[in-house]
Every structure is written in C-alpha cells, then in structure tokens.
C-alpha cells in the first residue's frame, strides 16, 4: 500500500516565520508534488518534482521554494509566512505512469 | 489560467439516480485523466482515469467519458449512493508529468 506521510496535521505560525512542511513517500516514486486546497479554487499546484534535486514550478510558487534532496522526501518551504497563505497544504507522489496519491494534508493557520 | 475547469460547484441526485459529473480542459497537451474523491479533512483518492487514446473507461459503479474534440471529460455514478456524497476532483496530466486539478463538485446523494 502507497502510503505518504506529512510532517504534521495541523500547524499554526506567526507572520514573517519561516514554515517547513515535509513530506514522505515509501513507494519509490518518481514524481512528488505540492498543491493547496483552498475553497473555491479547488487544488493549485505550487511546485512539482520529477527526479531527485530537480523542481518545476506550479501555478501558483510564488512566496514558496521546494526542496528534494532524496527521492522520497519533498519539502515545501515558507521563506515568510503571510497570512494568504493560510490554507491546507496537500502532498503528492506518483510513478510516471500513474496517477498522484495524496497525504492526509496540513492545515496551516498563519496569525 | 485554470487549465481544468469544474464550472458546477455542486450536485444534488437522489440515490438510485444517476450522478452525471462534468469538467473541461484547455490544454491539448493533456494525456491522461483522472477523477478522485474528497473527505473533509482527508487527502484526494483516486477513482477512475482515462487515456486521451480512449473515450471511456468503466470500472463497476464509475465511467468515465472523454470527448477530445470538445476537451470535455465526464465521470457518470450508477446508481448513486449516499456514500458517494463527497468532493470530486477532475485532474489531467501535461506533457511533464505535471497534474493540474479543477475546482471540485460537491456531490450530495439523497436517500
């Protein structure tokens, strides 16, 4: 069973803090992405990553970077957290030939 | 741009009825495309895709139905059932394994 775990559930920062939000895939995938879910606006794609240290970005990086260091580990990072950037925060792996398989989510609360 | 579009923000159907899902793309680059579905506070879950070199693929209770000339895909649910209540997400992948996701339906099934 895919499984893909994020670092935690629910998060609540400053404005102005920097945030990591890691994630964590067991399958070897390829392919890992960040979206965020906002009401309305369904998933937006922040940065995707299709190989070890290499990163595109989404629709919608800016405020954002991204970090892959090893291929299952995908690190979105708030250089200065803003509270447009309160959300839900959902990580993504996928072979290249399938479609992504979702960790639970983070629900960051920006103050 | 959205490049995926759900233009229905919600679906009620009585249960035993069909639920007729609709969502539009505009990129042509699209190659392959899938539904998922949402609960509150739970990452997506994949349900069903299709390949652009197909128009429809079944899988018990779900179809789906891709008309490449109108860059429109459909997902039918029959019969509906009330735990089919949730948030659908039509998704389409582009030529660099990036996934674009539309705004989601709310579909309530009604006993």
């Known amino acids: 069973d895919v499984k893909v775990t994020q670092s935690s559930r629910y998060l609540v920062k400053r404005t102005g803090e920097k945030v990591f939000l890691e994630c964590v895939q067991d399958m070897d995938h390829e392919n890992m992405f960040w979206y965020r879910q906002d009401p309305g606006l369904g998933l937006r794609l922040i940065y995707f990553s299709y190989d070890v240290k290499m990163k595109e970005k989404g629709d919608i990086p800016e405020g954002y970077s991204v970090s892959r260091e090893k291929k299952e580990r995908f690190s979105l990072i708030l250089e200065s957290a803003s509270t447009n950037q309160t959300s839900m925060y959902l990580c993504?792996?996928?072979?290249?030939?399938?479609?992504?398989?979702f960790g639970p989510g983070t629900r960051l609360t920006v103050t | 741009d959205q490049q995926v579009k759900q233009n229905s923000p919600s679906l009620s159907v009585q249960e035993g009825r069909i639920s007729i899902l609709n969502c539009d793309y505009t990129?042509?680059?699209?190659?392959?495309f899938l539904w998922y579905k949402k609960y509150p506070a739970e990452g997506p879950t994949f349900l069903i895709s299709i390949s652009s070199i197909k128009d429809k693929n079944e899988d018990g209770r779900f179809t789906v139905f891709l008309n490449k000339s109108a860059k429109h895909l459909s997902l039918h649910i029959v019969p509906s059932q009330p735990g089919d209540s949730a948030v659908y997400f039509c998704?389409?992948?582009?030529?660099?394994?990036?996934?674009?996701f539309g705004a989601g339906t709310r579909l309530t099934v009604k006993p």
């Open positions: 993504a792996s996928s072979l290249r030939s399938s479609g992504p398989y």
């Open positions: 990129n042509s680059m699209f190659d392959y």
């Open positions: 998704a389409a992948r582009g030529g660099n394994n990036d996934m674009r």
